[in-house]
């Protein structure tokens, strides 16, 4: 019987032929190299039916695949049964890359069609050096879904909004003036909306879950221009963008004036799209200088995230009390659960919504990295095994990211290891010292380490930037905890998430996550001791090579209690126990004056040393 998904196949398939085109790759992404992309363009769920926020769907005239990361494998399969996409585990050896596979699939002379509009200029160039190596040819002008999806939604046109100067710490106009410090006498044509909101302190509802307007901006040495559906700006914006110095013209003709401006523009190679790139008279590959800008948070917004911490703290709180009195009565399942938080974190002053969908993994679906819980898919959460919970919120102050692995009652030796294990690599990366220039590459072991040492490992980075009041992954593409090289260093300002876990299939996941502040650290680590740093290193300290700093560590800003009846106490050493107990200490002090009595005395007893 045909399916949903074959018939789509079927009219892309028919539009191919009639184009003369071989293969179609269909990514994830928007105009904007987005994470979470509108409606309209989740082009790769529409022809795939696969979901989840990473993949890139492929379709020939008679095979189709589908390329996704570790975080999807067992997702990927379940949605994939039933259709004749071949799933293709990315970073897996034995698994080709996408034009490897079309080489040994297709023939020579054969045309391989993008959309140049969703595909970075990175990733066009990349592609078509490789394609052509087995003598294929990649075109990119083709868009088949505005013919074969007719109900496509449209660009969304939700109202713009300002972020306040007491949320954002730092002018629009102030910022532009930074910018045009790094790029006089060119001109920035800036496409990724995370760098767009910061920039210009503006706000929206245009995607689910992050507060970004789909825009372009282009700024030279005189003038900044947004690119912007006009409906999207009400008086109040539009006031304020002229007092910002910011002129606006229509979203679609960031092309004309690219193709009309005189001077050097300067783009970022995996953040502009092809389809705009190709208008530019006089292009120039550069990193956007805004991404490491906005990466640093000042004291404004480090302190706007701080009280943000403490509110979700509190929403965590109750939930968890409420998770482990409810769950015993019977009735809840994994998306009663996850509504039951968003309420609690509804209640809390400045709540804007969740940060992504929750992953409320019980039993062997937390062993699905993210998995997102249906109404097909949900189960009954019963008092025994694991419960996992990865989820945020957005507050007008700042966004969270938090994952808390909830022990609900009986429990087998492997899931109390597990969950002591990944505890573990969390103390050891979340109390780590080190010397200015480290990078989070070089971090990363510390937190998979002690599960190295009994043969485990996880696929997924450890680690990523958090927004504030903006993206949930924050400049994805700099600084992380990953054992993939990212040679950002980590300095003062940055939010990172540490967030190490175990996956066993068909049983049972594990994961805890903070979100941290890098900060100077008052002490240095040596011996596993802290001691005052020298003012001045000696003469016999500069001979041998050794530095004194600085140095930097962690401020945890998430703060919720980890539970300890998991914990196989044994195996933690006596720093690891020390580490943990002043983070729970100070999970206490920080959120019980904002809890009642009941919730309070609830948190002192499971915040107690072990």
Same mark, same amino acid.
């Given at each position: 019987?045909?399916?949903?998904?074959?018939?789509? @196949?079927?009219?892309?398939?028919?539009?191919?032929? %009639?184009?003369? &085109? =071989?293969? +179609?790759i269909t990514p994830s992404t928007?105009?904007?190299?987005? @994470?979470?992309?509108?409606?309209?363009?989740?082009? %790769?769920?529409? &022809? =795939?039916? +696969?979901?989840?926020?990473?993949?890139?769907?492929?379709?020939?005239?008679?095979?189709?695949?589908?390329?996704?990361?570790?975080?999807?494998?067992?997702?990927?399969?379940?949605?994939?049964?039933?259709?004749?996409?071949?799933?293709?585990?990315?970073?897996?050896?034995?698994?080709?890359?996408?034009?490897?596979w079309l080489g040994s699939v297709l023939n020579e002379g054969d045309v391989v069609a993008i959309d140049g509009w969703v595909n970075t200029v990175d990733s066009v160039e990349s592609m078509r050096k490789e394609l052509a190596g087995y003598g294929l040819t990649l075109r990119t002008d083709f868009d088949p879904y505005d013919e074969i999806w007719d109900d496509r939604p449209a660009v969304p046109d939700t109202k713009a909004f300002v972020q306040e100067l007491q949320y954002a710490g730092e002018s629009a106009k102030s910022k532009l003036a930074r910018i045009r410090e790094c790029i006089t006498p060119m001109t920035l044509l800036v496409s990724s909306l995370e760098e767009i909101a910061w920039t210009l302190n503006l706000r929206a509802d245009d995607i689910l879950y992050t507060p970004f307007c789909v825009s372009y901006l282009i700024i030279s040495a005189t003038k900044a221009t947004l690119y912007i559906n006009k409906e999207k700006l009400t008086p109040e914006v539009e006031e304020y963008l002229k007092g910002?110095?910011?002129?606006?013209?229509?979203?679609?003709?960031?092309?004309?004036?690219?193709?009309?401006?005189?001077?050097?523009?300067?783009?970022?190679?995996?953040?502009?799209?092809?389809?705009?790139?190709?208008?530019?008279?006089?292009?120039?590959?550069?990193?956007?200088?805004?991404?490491?800008?906005?990466?640093?948070?000042?004291?404004?917004?480090?302190?706007?995230?701080?009280?943000?911490?403490?509110?979700?703290?509190?929403?965590?709180?109750?939930?968890?009390?409420?998770?482990?009195?409810?769950v015993p009565k019977g009735g809840q399942t994994e998306l009663s659960l996850a509504a039951k938080l968003e309420s609690f974190r509804a209640e809390q002053p400045l709540f804007k919504g969740i940060s992504f969908e929750s992953i409320m993994g019980y039993a062997h679906h937390g062993a699905i990295v993210h998995y997102d819980p249906t109404p097909e898919t949900d189960i009954p959460v019963k008092p025994e095994g694991l419960l996992l919970i990865d989820s945020g919120a957005q507050y007008l102050d700042g966004t969270t990211d938090i994952t808390r692995t909830i022990p609900l009652g009986k429990l087998t030796w492997e899931m109390k290891r597990d969950y002591t294990l990944v505890l573990r690599g969390w103390i050891n990366l979340g109390r780590a010292v080190f010397p200015k220039g480290t990078c989070g590459t070089q971090l990363d072991v510390l937190a998979r380490m002690p599960m190295w040492q009994y043969g485990i490992n996880y696929l997924h980075g450890t680690g990523h930037g958090v927004g504030q009041f903006m993206s949930v992954h924050e400049a994805i593409d700099l600084h992380q905890f990953r054992m993939q090289w990212r040679p950002m260093p980590l300095s003062p300002g940055m939010t990172i998430t540490d967030e190490p876990g175990i996956y066993i299939e068909g049983s049972h996941g594990v994961r805890h996550e903070d979100t941290m502040l890098v900060v100077n650290a008052d002490f240095t680590g040596e011996g596993g001791k802290c001691v005052e740093p020298a003012s001045q290193p000696s003469s016999a300290s500069e001979a041998s090579g050794i530095t004194f700093g600085p140095y930097y560590t962690f401020e945890h800003l998430t703060l919720c209690p980890i539970l300890t009846d998991a914990i196989l106490v044994d195996m933690l050493t006596d720093e690891e126990k020390a580490w943990f107990n002043k983070y729970q200490q100070t999970v206490y002090d920080r959120l019980s004056p904002k809890l009642d009595d009941e919730h309070r005395e609830w948190l002192y007893n499971v915040t107690r040393p072990i």
């Open positions: 019987m045909e399916t949903t998904i074959t018939m789509r @196949e079927q009219m892309l398939r028919n539009l191919m032929e %009639r184009e003369g &085109i =071989s293969a +179609f928007d105009p904007h190299s987005g @994470e979470y992309v509108p409606e309209r363009w989740k082009s %790769r769920r529409w &022809i =795939s039916g +696969f979901t989840g926020s990473a993949g890139t769907a492929v379709v020939t005239t008679d095979k189709a695949a589908l390329w996704t990361d570790s975080r999807y494998f067992i997702q990927a399969v379940e949605q994939l049964d039933g259709s004749d996409y071949v799933l293709q585990k990315e970073k897996i050896e034995g698994t080709p890359t996408i034009c490897e910002e110095g910011v002129g606006v013209r229509p979203y679609v003709c960031v092309v004309d004036d690219l193709a009309a401006c005189k001077t050097p523009v300067c783009y970022q190679a995996d953040k502009t799209n092809y389809a705009t790139y190709s208008a530019i008279r006089k292009p120039f590959q550069r990193q956007s200088p805004i991404g490491e800008m906005l990466v640093h948070k000042n004291e404004t917004e480090i302190n706007c995230f701080r009280r943000a911490m403490e509110k979700d703290g509190v929403a965590m709180v109750k939930w968890i009390k409420w998770t482990l009195e409810n």
